[in-house]
């Protein structure tokens, strides 16, 4: 798959998040947007716009040639945390110039588009992120991290979200194929 073929789904800005059990909620990360593609345990991180962004994250190469799979596309977001667990875009501007440590450099993975060969965006979010969940296990350390979500009670998540000074939420429908660009059966809160 060339470098350009990663098209990733987007997320459409809402003012509330939607309501029902047909919704997952994530944190939405201040980071930037990757695709990791494993090939033979060859990596390749991928931007949002289809640029080749290996050599930006060395350390997000190296966990993913650790990862026991042959072949994989896995879709997230890089961002630094702060101490206090939220993300910011800011530290990673820094640390990304050379100007702070990338010590605390994560790439939070929420889908999974191929594993082993076997293409998943037909697949509702739901199962994806299953079969993401035993590949990476709840990792709650390390560079490579599964993102947890909550099923419905948007509102609650997002209330939360903003008490604690997050930048947001992410909402999915859980039932829905992986479809590239924006539709709105991702929205962010």
């Not at 060339?2 to 047909?22: C, H, N, W």
């Not at 100007?99 to 199962?127: I, K, N, P, T």
């Not at 829905?176 to 709105?184: D, F, L, S, V």
């Amino acid at each position: 798959m060339p470098v350009s073929d990663y098209q990733p789904q987007l997320a459409t800005l809402v003012k509330e998040p939607p309501r029902g059990d047909q919704w997952l909620h994530e944190m939405k990360f201040d980071g930037y947007r990757i695709g990791c593609r494993i090939r033979s345990g060859r990596v390749s991180l991928i931007s949002r716009n289809g640029k080749d962004w290996t050599h930006a994250f060395p350390e997000v190469v190296a966990a993913a040639e650790k990862l026991a799979v042959k072949d994989a596309l896995l879709d997230g977001e890089v961002a630094m945390v702060l101490p206090d667990g939220r993300t910011s875009f800011q530290a990673l501007q820094k640390a990304f110039s050379g100007e702070a440590s990338r010590a605390a450099l994560v790439y939070f993975v929420f889908d999974l588009l191929r594993l082993d060969g076997e293409r998943l965006e037909s697949l509702s979010l739901e199962a994806r992120k299953a079969r993401l969940r035993k590949l990476l296990g709840r990792r709650k350390a390390g560079r490579i991290r599964y993102t947890e979500h909550v099923e419905g009670r948007g509102d609650e998540f997002f209330q939360q979200a903003c008490r604690v000074g997050l930048e947001g939420i992410v909402s999915k429908r859980r039932d829905m194929p992986y479809r590239h660009g924006r539709h709105g059966d991702w929205l962010k809160t």
